[in-house]
């Protein structure tokens, strides 16, 4: 048994009546290696027909993401260019100015975006002008008629109420890996610390974005763990992202392997099969793959990718690459306010 953002211990199965597909609480991590492990071929077919009974046409969102503040923090992250204490070549910035981000914004959205997603490299958010910048940045991405998106690190009950005032749509805050594996990754925090921050943002009221990296070094019982922690929430998170880690010169973890992409595959098909009804996006990692790869992992159930030649520092295939391959494999834009999951 798992426990939710709040410490609960939750064994609930709600319905989905449309689908008649379960959306379940339960998971065992032994029961999600099973699926982890079966033949790519069958756990695919599996988490497409899972898809294909809640999303009902062969779409994919289309988000863009900026960095606001980069570089220059004091948190550990092993696989982060943007910690300060790692000689990355990540110069520490100011936070971007409004009127910047709003062009940005524009910008994205002429390009297709429907998500606008911000990041900026803080431990925590302060309460002060530069929290205040940051609501305004909110409330101008949804007057540009998006979803709006932060990632901002650790949040009280008041800042969560403010972002949730502006408009804010999601917060992303991931788990990045099992309870087990995390201290082998960031020292700085815990993942009650994590759990904390979530709880806060589902309570005032803000879609969760919460998933993972894979690539650190973790086993396969500690993908399966952190994805379970996730679906047995007592409301499984509306987004997860799945991250394949980006290795960057400097971080402690510039010199893993790089991942077999089956793995990534196998860990977006499992995130699919355990919470149908949330996007699942293909987050960093695709400027290292094939489109093949990519495709297999839509087939898997990956409904969102970030596009954009740039992640917050890292790369991301180039715009017109990604237009014409989405073109020529017949994948179609994602409307968030249309393409809604057929379980409620
Ligand atoms: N500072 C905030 C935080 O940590 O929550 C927000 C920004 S942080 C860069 C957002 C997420 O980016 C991290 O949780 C991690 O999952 C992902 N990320 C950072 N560096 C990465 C890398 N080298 N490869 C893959 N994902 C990465
Ligand atoms: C997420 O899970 N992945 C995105 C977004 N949420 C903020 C960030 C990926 C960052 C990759 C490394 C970089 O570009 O700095
Ligand atoms: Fe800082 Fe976030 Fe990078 Fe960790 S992942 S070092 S908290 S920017």
Redesign the pocket.
Known sequence: MSHDFSGHAHTAHSHAPESQIPLRHDWTVAEVKALYELPVMDLVYRAQTVHRAVWKENKVQLCSLL?IKTGG?P?D?A????AARYKTGVKAEKLMSVPEVLTAAQTAREAGATRFCM?????EIKDGPQFDSVLEMVKGVKSLGMEACC????VTDSQAKRLKEAGLDAY???L?TSKEHYGDIISTRTYDDRLKTLERVRNAGIGVCC???I?LGESIDDRCGMLVTLANQEHHPESV?V??????EG?P?ANNHKIDTLDMVRTIAVARILMPASMVRL???RQQMNEEAQLLCMMAGANSVFFGEK????GNPEFEQDMAFFEKAGVKPLEPNVDKPVTQ
């Open positions: 960095s923090c948190e992250c696989y982060c260019p943007q990041g900026a490299a803080w431990r990632t901002l690190g650790m992303n805050h991931n990045d998933g993972g990296i690539g992202p991250n394949a880690l980006v290795p960057v971080t973890l987050s960093a990692g992640l917050l520092t890292t």
